[in-house]
């Protein structure tokens, strides 16, 4: 009785709870950086983003305001203010205080400080503090006070605004934002348009070598991309060679011409006025069109052999010639299939940074992607973590509106051929 057709298996609830889990784990990451991408460059450092709904405790050194502000008061010089509003952060509460870094809990909330010379200095629990002092104060940088603080929390918009709208850092954005656009969508297009054709020939036309193809297309599934990154590039070069020997002599006033007609140059890498360059689009839709073939082709033939027999059958006795059966049939019928393909060739071209290092990044820096843009965006010394998250959010955020969009077609896409 248990193997019943149509009865519900009693493993149900683990599929359930392996789903959840899934889920949850690809969440986990993306969810993190959305949280850090909102928080400052203090408050990473400080604690986890899971934490950053919770108050958190931080050391801190803030300043007095400038002693020009000072005020006459009783005989007496005094300068007002409160510690948190002056340095731009949220309110918070003071456990500890003090005037050195090597001694930080020197005061509590409330007590006065002997500065000597500079006078006296009080600091409360909500940060209001009140520096004192018998004569004039002189110089004009503030005193330094060191705190312990609970701050509550607190998200920024200011990530967004440094990366998206912040002068040359925004045009080099905006422009690795294009370039991305540049070489993910033709690198998208052009292997789904050969792997479709060579799918359907694959699955439905008799010609000698046909299994040794398909043989042949398997086995390049496991073929490593960094295996092939410079017989790629030779053959990249190959091509600039052979283009200048079709031009007829390498002068730059011809390669000139040619760079300036309908942009049609610089996908070879000729650039105005420049020294010709293996640099260009040309070189990066070829090496993601060569590697996404053979699982684009794979994908797709197994989803046109399943496909109805009688449908192309009938086709052909009523005259449709090979061509006709392909575009008005098995291209609208395979529609998940290629939408599947697309998606994955979509995320990772987006997200693809060797090849564009191999080819495309140039001394001007004018084809550089987001990839490459966010690692420069970290400086030299590997800081600005808010910036890396809010700019990595910023990345992905094309992506996840692509796979969001397409995704009913995924899984009816991976199925394709796996049930007759």
Not at 89 to 96: A, E, K, Q
Not at 319 to 328: H, V
Not at 398 to 410: D, E, S
Request: glycine residues 8%.
């Amino acid at each position: 009785m248990d193997n019943i057709a149509g009865k519900k298996s009693s493993l149900t609830w683990a599929v359930h709870i392996s789903v959840a889990v899934l889920v949850f784990l690809w969440m986990f990451p993306t969810v993190g950086l959305l949280v850090s991408s909102f928080r400052s460059a203090d408050q990473i450092s400080g604690s986890g983003w899971w934490k950053a709904l919770f108050p958190q405790e931080q050391n801190v050194m803030i300043r007095t305001a400038d002693p020009a502000l000072q005020q006459q008061i009783d005989g007496a010089y005094v300068i007002e203010g409160n510690l948190f509003e002056q340095d731009g952060l949220p309110i918070g509460t003071v456990s500890v205080w003090g005037t050195s870094s090597r001694d930080i809990n020197a005061y509590k909330p409330g007590d006065t400080a002997d500065l000597g010379e500079d006078g006296q200095l009080t600091v409360t629990e909500n940060g209001d503090y009140t520096l004192l002092k018998t004569t004039e104060f002189s110089g004009s940088r503030g005193e330094r006070v060191f705190l312990t603080a609970k701050t509550p929390p607190t998200f920024t918009l200011q990530n967004y605004k440094t990366v998206l709208f912040s002068g040359q850092a925004t045009d080099k954005m905006g422009k690795a934002f294009l370039n991305t656009f540049t070489v993910t969508i033709p690198a998208t297009i052009i292997p789904i348009l050969i792997a479709a054709f060579a799918a359907y020939a694959l699955a439905w036309m008799d010609f000698p070598g046909r299994a040794l193809l398909i043989a042949a297309v398997v086995a390049l599934l496991v073929v490593p991309l960094q295996l092939a990154l410079i017989p790629l590039l030779s053959f990249h070069g190959a091509v600039v060679e052979a283009t200048i020997a079709f031009l007829g002599t390498p002068d730059p006033d011809n390669l000139r011409r040619f760079a300036t007609v309908n942009g049609l140059g610089r996908l070879l890498g000729f650039e105005p006025g420049e020294a010709v360059s293996s640099k260009g689009y040309l070189g990066v839709w070829m090496a993601h069109t060569g590697f996404g073939l053979p699982l684009a082709i794979y994908l797709l033939r197994n989803y046109m052999v399943g496909l109805p027999k009688d449908i192309i059958e009938n086709a052909r006795v009523d005259g449709a010639t090979d061509f006709q059966i392909f575009t008005k049939i098995i291209l609208p019928l395979s529609f998940p299939a290629l939408a599947s393909f697309a998606i994955f060739q979509f995320l990772w071209t987006w997200n693809d940074l060797l090849v564009a290092l191999v080819f495309l990044i140039d001394s001007s820096g004018d084809t550089t992607v987001m990839t490459r843009q966010i690692v420069e965006l970290l400086g030299t010394r590997g800081g600005n973590w808010e910036i890396l998250a809010t700019a990595a959010f910023v990345s992905i955020a094309v992506p996840l509106t692509v796979f969001f969009f397409m995704q009913k077609y995924l899984v009816r896409g991976l199925l394709a051929g796996s049930v007759k």
